[in-house]
């Protein structure tokens, strides 16, 4: 048996495993019956914690995908592996090693966590894209929707900006432009309307998991494309299906994000039954 948290940044929700005291192997199939929301925990993502990869870090972070995928980066899920560990050692500030690079987490005032997110990578070739082009204008349309920009935040997002987000069907457009051809390795799809300089609404179809209330590194890229695009300051309110992020873009070039994080239960779990029982 095997002991989980569940845990949730505005609705952006996980299970978290710890893998520290001992390695957890986790292959795909036990992933997605862990993810399943009917037949097992359920969450948009699988986190586990594990012992530092390098030095200066408090913990390696794996981020599981509900289709068993891995992801390089999670805002959401950095602040609450960040609020575990920061409760764990009695201290204000940790560092997480991940596929997208280290992240740094602190306390602010009234139960938030902020992340440095790093330095968005704006070359063709650093989101990827399959070919050499301007990334602040794909070539790429769909029903209702174009000319998106596109960064990474560690992971590939690719932003359009609309009149009315609530008039489209996320579901189908997501679904189709996540596997464009023109992302290598997929894409995280925001759709964004700037209320304000200083406001976004954001909706996010998130690669290997679907339409989620939230993702922080979508909030990210969204303001740092509406910045590029001259649409919005270098920081905004972001407001997501399950509530607000605050995204402030540094003159330094570095990206932090600021939200709450809530830990919704904790139990425990028979990881090769549950996949077993999925699976029948």
Do not use: Y
């Not at 019956?33 to 913990?59: K, N, Y």
């Not at 457009?173 to 976004?200: C, K, M, T, W, Y």
């Amino acid at each position: 048996m095997v002991a989980f948290r569940k845990m949730h940044g505005l609705g952006n929700d996980f299970v978290v495993l710890d893998a520290r005291p001992r390695p957890l192997p986790l292959p795909a199939e036990t992933v997605r019956a862990l993810a399943d929301r009917r037949r097992g925990v359920g969450c948009d993502q699988v986190i586990v914690i594990e012992p530092p990869r390098s030095p200066g870090t408090d913990a390696w972070m794996t981020i599981r995908n509900p289709d068993g995928s891995e992801a390089e980066a999670c805002g959401n899920a950095t602040r609450c592996v960040a609020a575990l560990l920061m409760d764990e050692a009695g201290k204000d500030r940790v560092a997480l090693g991940t596929l997208g690079g280290t992240l740094r987490a602190e306390r602010r005032p009234g139960g938030l966590v902020a992340v440095d997110m790093g330095t968005p990578r704006l070359a063709w070739h650093e989101i990827p894209l399959a070919r050499e082009m301007d990334t602040l204008h794909l070539p790429l349309a769909r029903d209702g929707v174009s000319d998106p920009a596109a960064c990474s935040m560690g992971n590939p997002h690719a932003t359009f900006f609309v009149p009315d987000v609530a008039a489209l069907d996320i579901a189908t457009l997501g679904l189709s432009l996540e596997h464009d051809p023109l992302f290598p390795a997929r894409a995280n799809i925001g759709f964004a309307q700037v209320v304000a300089p200083d406001r976004i609404r954001l909706r996010m179809w998130e690669r290997g998991a679907g339409i989620t209330l939230a993702c922080g590194s979508g909030a990210c890229a969204a303001v740092v494309n509406a910045h590029r695009r001259g649409l919005a300051g270098r920081s905004a309110a972001v407001v997501l299906d399950g509530g607000e992020l605050n995204i402030a873009w540094g003159e330094d070039g570095r990206v932090t994000m600021t939200g709450p994080v809530a830990e919704v239960f904790t139990g425990v779990i028979d990881l090769p039954a549950i996949a077993e029982a999925r699976a029948a």
